[in-house]
């Protein structure tokens, strides 16, 4: 009996592109780049006559081991990858202050002392943004971006632009957090639920300290020298 | 088929001539040289890249994502000031080598 499975293209570039995801040395525009490079290829020699499946190993084969392909892009430009990583790591760290000060935030405005919903609110509210954080985590390990966020992460050439978009929504969270608790602290009937509002208002304006010293990295971090005026999408 | 040296040494002067005739990327780059060396130029695909961001980085090209006719986007390379300069020397140099040679050989030697 004949045991042959169909040959798709589409899962045959998704494989290829995990290969090259498992490569640390190269940054996602060049990966972007390799992978329009192979479908070029693919493209040229499907028109040629060969099968999709013959043109995708044929392509593949030009454009070379992933490995070596690392070897070279690092060689090029050796802090591209670590100017992207800072990038990652910054959003990364302003995302989990949003995560747990919007948190705080919220589940003090709407149920202040825990009186209603006990701890449903707070694991609700926990549990939502970060299931939604690790799921994007998970994707743009696997190289498949949102593309609203995939904006960010293509955006070496100004990350002067992303450190300061970062800048105005930390400015605006710490804000809003050191007045909402003082709010709430105002309106506590007792000395101990009042002081402990403008602990946790403390609390939240010093735990913004780490994500501003990484902002503070970005806008001090050396310039790539492309100038992309143009973020790309998916090839 | 050319040596390995000879094809990395001619590398930057071939990808800055072809981008002074108009933007181009990757792959275009690739097909042009194999077609104008009728072959003889051999360049492994996934290797130009890291020569064309080489020359980016030194400022002699700059890149653009745009979108192709088929609806993919491509990262076009363009010729930058710099890099008119720079193909001015690279082109001064390489026919000062082609005419050392054309004379040893006894072949005519061109203008530089």
Redesign the interface.
Known sequence: MENQTRFDLRTAIESWRQELAAQPNLASDDRRELETHLRDAIAELCQRGLNEEESFWLARRRVGQPEQLAEEFVKADPAAVWRERILWITVGTVGCYELTTGHGVLSNLLDPFGRHTGAWLDLGLFLIPCLTLIGLTLMIRYSHVPRPLSYFGRTPGSPGFLASVLLVVLFVTVLFAYFSAGKIGSSANDMFSIGAMIAMGQTWLFSAAWPAMMIIIVFLMPREPTRNRKAPKHA | MLAKDLVAASSKPLVLSILADGES???EIIQKVRELSGGHIEW????L???L??L????LI?????EAD?G????YYFLSSDGRKALKTERQQWLAVHNTLSKLWKIKPVSI
């Open positions: 990327y990757g792959y492994s695909d996934g290797m890249y890291p020569v961001h080489r980016e980085r030194d400022g700059d890149s653009e994502w745009k088929t993919r986007e491509r990262k």
